[in-house]
């Protein structure tokens, strides 16, 4: 991992050989080698990972998305925004409960603020995932505030069912 061209040569490493390698070795001590995956192979490696038939298990996407948040921000911004838009829309879906600041006089109770205060954030998942689940926020809103708002504007309307039907085709 420490070679000058790593990048480049995993990039020729077909997906589903580095997911194998990674399964092997397990993802939470695989995190560096993901982290310099490509967008392309990251999404095969969820592809692989989180779908049994036609039903996705979310839950197992989280260890995936910590190896991409572990690569920094910035990285982990660039490779988030390359997934299957469906994929990341999934992902805060099932994280969230998103309402527009403006809608309220108060936060929900245990709502965050987006950092522009734009959307109040009711994390509804599992209480171990709850500070990735912000961390991917985060660094949305770092590497691109309007893509940001626009995302998590249509992601307040998406159905669950139908972002994982798009999703599975």
Known sequence: L???DVKRELARVPAEELYWVIREA??????GLIAL???EQ???FLDLDIWRGDEVEMSRAWPWVEAILSGGWERAAKTLWRLDIEFLGLLVNSSFEIVEAYELLDPPPGARATRDGRFYLVYKGP???EATAFNVVEALYADDHERILRFL???RFEIQSDLEETALQ
């Not at 397990?26 to 995190?31: I, Q, S």
Request: some cysteine; proline content about 14%.
């Open 153 to 155: 504007t249509q992601a």
């Open 127 to 129: 209480p171990d995932d």
């Open 42 to 44: 990251v999404q095969r």
């Open 37 to 39: 995956c490509s967008p």
């Open 2 to 4: 420490a070679a000058p």
């Open 26 to 31: 397990g993802v939470a001590d695989a995190r």
